[in-house]
């Protein structure tokens, strides 16, 4: 009689190499995701950045508009006081 060798050796290197291998791919995993989390942060961050710009330019213009319409305002108001005073 042959004497076959047991499938216990095997067993006892192979279920620890297959608990590495997806304690590995669930590393690789949440190293994948915590990158995509960093990169989606940074992105949100320049998108901030613009908005930003973007908010001080439209101050800007609005400044611009205001200070405009008050001297349109002024030269309106001095020609109103003008015809009014003709009237009298």
Known sequence: MTAYPSAAPANDWLRPAVVLGALA????AFHGVRQ???DVRQ???GVRQEIQGVRLEFKADLQA???RLRA??????DKLDRVLETLR
Do not use: F, H, P, S
Request: hydrophobic share 45%.
């Open 65 to 67: 508009v205001e200070t």
């Open 36 to 38: 995509e989390i960093k």
């Open 43 to 45: 992105e949100i961050q």
């Open 25 to 28: 791919l669930l590393l690789a």
């Open 72 to 77: 349109d305002n002024r030269a309106l108001e």
